[in-house]
């Protein structure tokens, strides 16, 4: 499985954007999809998953404020990000689960300005 991350960028304190990442296979079987991420000098944190029959968990930090979604037929899981923070910068990771392997996809970059 390969995952390919995309939609990080530069963006004003308050503002949004959409986060992407497409799996190479279906993802319809896969036991999780999430997002983590990554500020310098911090280690990696989860901000979002989902599972396969559609439950969701968020950080504390980013309830109220991000979505996590998957599109089973486009396998795609998004995270919608809104009213971002500049504690919101980082790499964005997302990864899989699937019969027991973890998979990682490369990062992307989101910077929040002020």
């Known amino acids: 499985v390969q995952l390919q991350a995309s939609g990080g960028g530069l963006v004003q304190d308050g503002g949004s954007l959409r986060l992407s990442c497409a799996a190479s296979?279906?993802?319809?079987?896969?036991?999780?999809m999430g997002w983590y991420r990554q500020a310098p000098g911090k280690q990696r944190e989860l901000v979002a998953r989902?599972?396969?029959?559609?439950?969701?968990n968020y950080a504390d930090s980013v309830k109220g404020r991000f979505t996590i979604s998957r599109d089973n037929a486009k396998n795609t899981v998004s995270l919608q990000t809104n009213s971002l923070k500049l504690e919101d910068t980082g790499v964005y990771y997302c990864?899989?689960?699937?019969?027991?392997?973890?998979?990682w996809g490369q990062g992307t970059q989101v910077t929040v300005s002020s």
């Open positions: 296979g279906s993802i319809f079987s896969m036991n999780y």
């Open positions: 989902i599972t396969s029959s559609g439950t969701t």
């Open positions: 990864n899989a689960m699937a019969r027991g392997v973890l998979y």
